[in-house]
T-cell receptor
Framework: GAVVSQHPSRVICKSGTSVKIECRSLDFQATTMFWYRQFPKQSLMLMATSNEGSKATYEQGVEKDKFLINHASLTLSTLTVTSAHPEDSSFYIC???????????FGPGTRLLVL | SQQGEEDPQALSIQEGENATMNCSYKTSINNLQWYRQNSGRGLVHLILIRSNEREKHSGRLRVTLDTSKKSSSLLITASRAADTASYFCATENSGGSNYKLTFGKGTLLTVNP
């Protein structure tokens, strides 16, 4: 099956710093990647959708200047949490699909803890 | 806002028993998918059922879809301790672009050995 990786798997940072999370599709070309966040014991909330080579589409209530998304190639998308604060602590999960109406394959997630 | 709502929120059964989880949604969909998530891990895609399908099987999994009631069920037969995980339904809503998924709140299944 399709494999999606995320790096790092967990990160601890100080308040005010920026953190970059990478999402890679290892064995297929991902024309679309999705970024979700998940608080403990809650569901996944879609943050944004990114298509390769174009600007990401953010969901309502998600600050695009705080959560910078870059999808520069068909195998890599990055999410940068800028000026992170403790309330940004969460589990961030990406998914990738090969095109329209394709199954989304999920990465293993990145746990972010902001102190 | 949450599209899918699973019930029960938590389910505890003995190994060998069947587990049934339900999901309700509110808008028209293209398809409904079920995912599994082990604690602190990513999601694993289990099964997809399209809006024109009523039932689908995959191994010990059986999924039904009733579009008139806007509901779906996931049945896991002959459960095993390794089936312990959270199970989420997700809907791909019709009429939108980018084929976004909207996840329900999930059911935490515990299978006791």
């Amino acid at each position: 099956g399709a494999v999606v990786s995320q790096h790092p798997s967990r990160v601890i940072c100080k308040s005010g710093t920026s953190v970059k999370i990478e999402c890679r599709s290892l064995d297929f070309q991902a024309t679309t990647m999705f970024w979700y966040r998940q608080f403990p014991k809650q569901s996944l909330m879609l943050m944004a959708t990114s298509n390769e080579g174009s600007k990401a589409t953010y969901e309502q209530g998600v600050e695009k200047d705080k959560f910078l998304i870059n999808h520069a190639s068909l195998t890599l998308s990055t999410l940068t949490v800028t000026s992170a604060h403790p309330e940004d602590s969460s589990f961030y999960i990406c998914s990738a699909s090969g095109g329209a109406r394709e199954t989304q394959y999920f990465g293993p997630g990145t746990r972010l803890l902001v102190l | 806002s949450q599209q899918g709502e699973e019930d029960p929120q938590a389910l505890s059964i003995q190994e060998g028993e069947n587990a049934t989880m339900n999901c309700s949604y509110k808008t028209s969909i293209n398809n409904l998918q079920w995912y599994r998530q082990n604690s602190g891990r990513g999601l694993v895609h289990l099964i997809l059922i399209r809006s024109n399908e009523r039932e689908k099987h995959s191994g010990r999994l059986r999924v039904t879809l009733d579009t008139s009631k806007k509901s779906s069920s996931l049945l896991i037969t002959a459960s095993r301790a390794a089936d312990t995980a959270s199970y989420f339904c997700a809907t791909e809503n019709s009429g939108g672009s980018n084929y976004k998924l909207t996840f329900g709140k999930g059911t935490l299944l515990t299978v006791n050995p």
